[in-house]
């Protein structure tokens, strides 16, 4: 599983990792829990669901929500560069988006960065279809995919 050899990448490297997660709602952080050597690897992690958590631990402006929503490649960005100033893990990662619609038909948008301590910043946007939980689910699959190849090129 790509958890697994993530976790083993990080401390082949002896690389910190932290999550900023509205979206999954600490999925990430708790998939990469799951793995055996987490606690070597995992600093911290943080759930910020609503807005005002964004805002208050994360330092995303309103006016950026106001501009581009809270669903956008900017808040996701602002999301990182907030957790990196918190945590100064060598990888930083936050995700925002839609995991829930009125049909699991419904395509549903999510932004993702990933910010390293060589002071990267990789921004992504993608969708899923399915139910809350597929979505959410299928959100840490991309998310870990990109965060492989991204940890492999330090």
Same mark, same amino acid.
């Given at each position: 599983?790509?958890?697994?050899?993530?976790?083993?990448?990080?401390?082949?490297?002896?690389?910190?990792?932290?999550?900023?997660?509205?979206?999954?709602?600490?999925?990430?952080? /708790?998939?990469?829990?799951?793995?055996?050597?987490?606690?070597? #690897?995992?600093?911290?992690?943080?759930?910020? &669901? $609503?807005? @005002? =958590?964004?805002?208050?631990?994360?330092?995303?402006?309103?006016?950026?929500?106001?501009?581009?929503?809270?669903?956008?490649?900017?808040?996701?960005?602002?999301?990182?560069?907030?957790?990196?100033?918190?945590?100064?893990?060598?990888?930083?990662?936050?995700?925002?988006?839609?995991?829930?619609?009125? /049909?699991?038909?419904?395509?549903?948008?999510?932004?993702?960065? #990933?910010?390293?301590?060589?002071?990267?910043? &990789? $921004?992504? @946007? =993608?969708?899923?279809?399915?139910?809350?939980?597929?979505?959410?689910?299928?959100?840490?699959?991309?998310?870990?995919?990109?965060?492989?190849?991204?940890?492999?090129?330090?």
């Amino acid at each position: 599983m790509i958890e697994n050899e993530i976790v083993e990448l990080l401390i082949k490297k002896n690389l910190t990792i932290s999550f900023a997660e509205s979206a999954t709602g600490g999925l990430l952080a /708790s998939t990469i829990i799951s793995v055996c050597g987490a606690s070597n #690897i995992l600093k911290e992690s943080y759930i910020t &669901y $609503s807005n @005002e =958590s964004k805002m208050k631990i994360l330092n995303v402006k309103q006016e950026t929500i106001n501009k581009y929503s809270v669903y956008s490649k900017e808040v996701a960005e602002e999301m990182v560069n907030g957790l990196y100033n918190i945590t100064l893990s060598d990888i930083c990662v936050s995700i925002t988006g839609i995991a829930e619609s009125n /049909s699991i038909d419904d395509e549903k948008p999510f932004f993702y960065s #990933i910010k390293t301590s060589n002071d990267k910043l &990789y $921004s992504f @946007e =993608s969708s899923t279809i399915g139910s809350r939980n597929d979505s959410r689910y299928e959100m840490v699959n991309i998310i870990f995919s990109s965060l492989y190849r991204i940890i492999k090129d330090i």
